[in-house]
């Protein structure tokens, strides 16, 4: 979709032309299949890499523009949101030393850059989500300013109909509801490409579906979102809920979700995958489309099938069929999509050399295995994954296994098999499967973020945890250390860079507040029972309208006139707020001016914390 100038599809003459463009490039298709004109060799891998832009505070900076303006490299394009970009990098043939070469090319990218990045006060996170993203980042305001975002959130919410609600369950759970795709912007991957000849590829993308389970569980690196702890690889969920066109009320409409991994076995052919696609996900958006694909083949020009590839653009599968040209020959290709961001470059690589060793490795006892396996069974594999890493406890060829037992004892020797087949250098296979077998042996990036997280909040409020955290991920990944060797933060770690203190760094989200029809009794009793100073009064809304202190209740104490009296009698009404934005400098003067002991923490005038004196060591 990138290539291409899009807008909503809404008028019936722009569907009617787009409708025929695709049914046309579908025939297109059909045709190069049937007559071998697609590539079945020499195989290439290929790869994306998304990642984080942050300042040196270590918080998202909407500087992705700027940077990708002084780049002026093809290479790198936007993203959603402006403080994400991403790189392409150039297909490399599967052979010899290509992962090696991979490495070096993300590196030397990357590089590039960091150097430009440095020049707008930024710095490159590689992270599944960045730990430091905020609620305020999701707005539209983050959207980044190219009208195919634009018309893509449109679209979405326009055949929706209503907001999106975002409920995840982790260790903690997360509910959200949210106006625009702008949720998307959280997610970043490292998206793995293997060309695949045309003869075999029903059989290796029902593969590809097979693996996809214990590949990810070995690969999680997305635990946090918000502050909260959810899932190993908490992408999976957000992602399949923030671009849903389903609305909550007409999930029945279309079966599955445009993120979706599937809900069968492929038993037919490649063109099939698409018009299944076509059949169950009505068409978003639309371009200027400038030719018949037919018509194309006619003159000996391989067709780019861009109507086909815009559709394909808009519908998310885990692992999706792509369908590309290059010096005009035609190729397909798996487009591996659930793999996140970092820990490391060197962790990505290998993750990378793993996947594609597996998709060529595929034994002849697990051939044909949409004959062998229920489906069902290994798309539970697949949420087993994200939710639970590699503690998850699988379902494969009829036995439970333990994700390690099953990456180590099976899949990894698999493989092997395959990159030595494919005459990958011996260097190379140690190296990178060495890589993964440590970490399964040792940690992923969602065990050790979870572990150093857990940590830090013993001695921090959660904003400042997570800054040390994302400080330490940037620091380990600039060394390019896989994050089996990472060591676990400590909960003294102090900060090497200075923290602009703001009141959400030291803001108390777990309070208690009341209703202003609750007893005064029960109320004092409350703040007596959990040494509770100050206590807000909150509407049925989640307005503040009031607030108690101790020294409001305290006469009332231990009398019976609290037991006929009600919040409302005595809370004050003429509220000094702040916000989570608000300096935390700026916080503490407006306490000292008003001498109070409290301040309320509003958003949209909806109670979200409280700030007081023993917060900030008044």
Same mark, same amino acid.
Request: with cysteine; glycine share 4%.
């Given at each position: 979709?990138?290539?291409?100038?899009v807008?909503?599809?809404?008028?019936?003459?722009?569907r009617?032309?787009?409708?025929?463009?695709?049914?046309?490039?579908?025939?297109?298709?059909?045709?190069?299949?049937?007559?071998?004109?697609?590539e079945?060799?020499?195989?290439?891998?290929?790869?994306?890499?998304?990642?984080?832009?942050?300042?040196?505070?270590?918080?998202?900076?909407?500087?992705?523009?700027?940077?990708?303006?002084?780049?002026e490299?093809?290479?790198?394009?936007t993203?959603?949101g402006?403080?994400?970009?991403?790189?392409n990098?150039?297909?490399l043939?599967?052979?010899?030393?290509?992962?090696?070469?991979?490495?070096?090319?993300?590196n030397?990218?990357?590089?590039?850059?960091?150097?430009?990045?440095?020049?707008?006060?930024?710095?490159?996170v590689?992270?599944?989500i960045?730990?430091?993203?905020?609620?305020?980042?999701?707005?539209?305001?983050?959207?980044?300013?190219?009208?195919?975002?634009?018309?893509l959130?449109?679209?979405i919410?326009?055949?929706?109909?209503?907001?999106?609600?975002?409920?995840?369950?982790?260790?903690?759970?997360?509910?959200?509801?949210?106006?625009s795709?702008?949720?998307?912007?959280?997610?970043?991957?490292?998206?793995?490409?293997?060309?695949?000849?045309?003869?075999?590829?029903?059989?290796?993308y029902?593969?590809?579906?097979?693996?996809a389970?214990?590949?990810?569980?070995a690969c999680?690196?997305?635990?946090?979102?918000f502050?909260?702890?959810?899932?190993?690889?908490?992408?999976?969920?957000?992602?399949?809920q923030?671009?849903?066109?389903?609305?909550?009320?007409?999930? +029945?409409?279309?079966?599955?979700?445009?993120?979706?991994?599937?809900s069968?076995?492929?038993?037919?052919?490649?063109?099939?995958i698409?018009k299944?696609?076509?059949?169950r996900y009505?068409?978003?958006?639309?371009?200027?489309?400038?030719?018949?694909?037919?018509?194309?083949?006619?003159?000996?020009i391989?067709?780019?099938?861009?109507?086909?590839?815009?559709?394909?653009?808009?519908?998310?599968?885990?692992?999706?069929?792509c369908?590309?040209?290059?010096?005009?020959?035609?190729?397909?290709?798996?487009?591996?999509?659930?793999?996140?961001?970092?820990?490391?470059?060197v962790?990505?690589?290998?993750?990378t050399?793993?996947?594609?060793g597996?998709?060529?490795?595929?034994?002849?006892?697990?051939?044909?295995?949409?004959?062998k396996?229920?489906?069902?069974?290994v798309?539970?594999?697949?949420?087993?994954?994200?939710?639970?890493?590699?503690?998850?406890?699988f379902?494969?060829?009829?036995?439970?296994?333990?994700?390690?037992?099953l990456l180590?004892k099976?899949l990894?020797?698999?493989?092997r098999?395959?990159?030595?087949?494919?005459?990958?250098s011996?260097?190379?296979?140690?190296?990178?499967?060495?890589?993964i077998?440590?970490?399964?042996?040792?940690?992923?990036?969602a065990?050790?973020?979870?572990k150093s997280y857990?940590?830090?909040?013993?001695?921090?409020?959660?904003?400042?945890?997570l800054?040390?955290?994302?400080?330490?991920?940037?620091?380990?990944?600039?060394?390019?250390?896989?994050?089996?060797?990472w060591?676990?933060?400590?909960?003294?770690?102090?900060?090497?860079f200075?923290?602009?203190?703001?009141?959400?760094?030291?803001?108390n989200?777990?309070?208690?507040s009341?209703?202003?029809?609750?007893?005064?009794?029960?109320v004092?009793?409350?703040?007596?029972?959990?040494?509770?100073?100050?206590?807000?009064?909150?509407?049925?809304?989640?307005?503040?309208?009031?607030l108690?202190?101790?020294?409001?209740?305290?006469?009332?104490?231990?009398?019976?006139?609290?037991?006929?009296?009600?919040?409302?009698?005595?809370?004050?009404?003429?509220?000094?707020?702040?916000?989570?934005?608000q300096?935390?400098?700026?916080?503490?003067?407006?306490?000292?001016?008003?001498?109070?002991g409290?301040?309320?923490?509003?958003?949209?005038?909806? +109670?979200?914390a409280?700030?007081?004196?023993n917060?900030?060591?008044?």
């Open positions: 979709m990138g290539f291409l100038e807008s909503v599809l809404s008028r019936k003459k722009d009617a032309k787009y409708i025929h463009q695709l049914i046309k490039d579908l025939e297109a298709l059909d045709h190069l299949i049937k007559n071998d004109l697609i079945k060799a020499p195989i290439r891998i290929g790869a994306e890499q998304e990642f984080c832009l942050v300042n040196h505070s270590f918080l998202p900076v909407n500087t992705s523009l700027g940077i990708l303006k002084d780049l490299d093809n290479h790198f394009t993203e959603i402006k403080y994400n970009l991403e790189l990098l150039d297909p043939e599967l052979d010899s030393d290509c992962f090696s070469r991979l490495h070096k090319n993300i030397l990218y990357l590089a590039k850059a960091s150097e430009i990045a440095e020049q707008h006060d930024s710095r490159i590689l992270s599944g960045l730990p430091t993203l905020r609620h305020r980042h999701i707005s539209e305001e983050y959207m980044t300013p190219i009208r195919r975002y634009f018309a959130n449109e679209a919410k326009k055949s929706r109909k209503q907001d999106f609600w975002i409920h995840i369950k982790g260790v903690d759970e997360l509910n959200l509801l949210h106006d795709v702008m949720l998307e912007a959280c997610n970043t991957s490292f998206q793995m490409h293997l060309q695949i000849d045309p003869d075999e590829f029903i059989e290796k029902n593969w590809a579906q097979a693996i389970g214990p590949v990810l569980s999680v690196n997305s635990p946090i979102l502050g909260k702890e959810l899932w190993a690889e908490t992408r999976i969920a957000l992602f399949n923030s671009t849903d066109t389903r609305a909550n009320s007409f999930v +029945l409409n279309e079966k599955q979700a445009r993120v979706s991994f599937g069968r076995w492929e038993t037919r052919g490649i063109s099939d698409f299944d696609n076509i059949s009505r068409s978003l958006l639309t371009s200027d489309f400038e030719y018949d694909s037919m018509s194309k083949i006619s003159e000996g391989i067709p780019d099938l861009k109507a086909l590839n815009l559709h394909n653009g808009t519908v998310y599968r885990w692992n999706r069929v369908y590309g040209v290059a010096k005009n020959i035609a190729h397909v290709r798996i487009e591996c999509r659930y793999i996140p961001a970092g820990p490391s470059v962790d990505e690589v290998a993750n050399a793993f996947w594609v597996l998709m060529k490795g595929q034994p002849e006892e697990l051939k044909n295995i949409h004959e396996e229920d489906f069902r069974n798309r539970s594999n697949f949420y087993k994954a994200g939710r639970n890493g590699l503690d998850s406890i379902t494969w060829n009829k036995e439970q296994i333990s994700a390690k037992d180590l099976k990894l020797p698999i493989s098999k395959g990159l030595e087949n494919c005459h990958i011996e260097k190379d296979i140690n190296y990178y499967l060495g890589i077998e440590k970490r399964i042996q040792t940690c992923t990036g065990d050790w973020t979870v857990r940590n830090l909040q013993k001695r921090k409020k959660p904003l400042e945890a800054q040390v955290l994302t400080s330490h991920i940037y620091q380990n990944q600039i060394q390019d250390i896989p994050v089996h060797e060591e676990i933060l400590e909960p003294d770690l102090s900060t090497s200075q923290i602009q203190r703001i009141v959400k760094h030291n803001m989200t777990n309070i208690y009341v209703d202003p029809d609750d007893s005064l009794e029960l004092i009793n409350m703040m007596l029972w959990k040494n509770i100073h100050h206590m807000p009064v909150i509407d049925s809304n989640k307005m503040i309208i009031g108690l202190s101790w020294k409001d209740v305290e006469e009332f104490a231990g009398n019976d006139r609290s037991q006929h009296m009600c919040v409302r009698d005595i809370m004050k009404r003429d509220l000094i707020i702040t916000t989570q934005e300096p935390l400098q700026d916080a503490i003067e407006l306490m000292k001016k008003h001498e109070i409290c301040l309320p923490v509003v958003d949209k005038n909806r +109670l979200i409280i700030l007081t004196k917060d900030i060591d008044l």
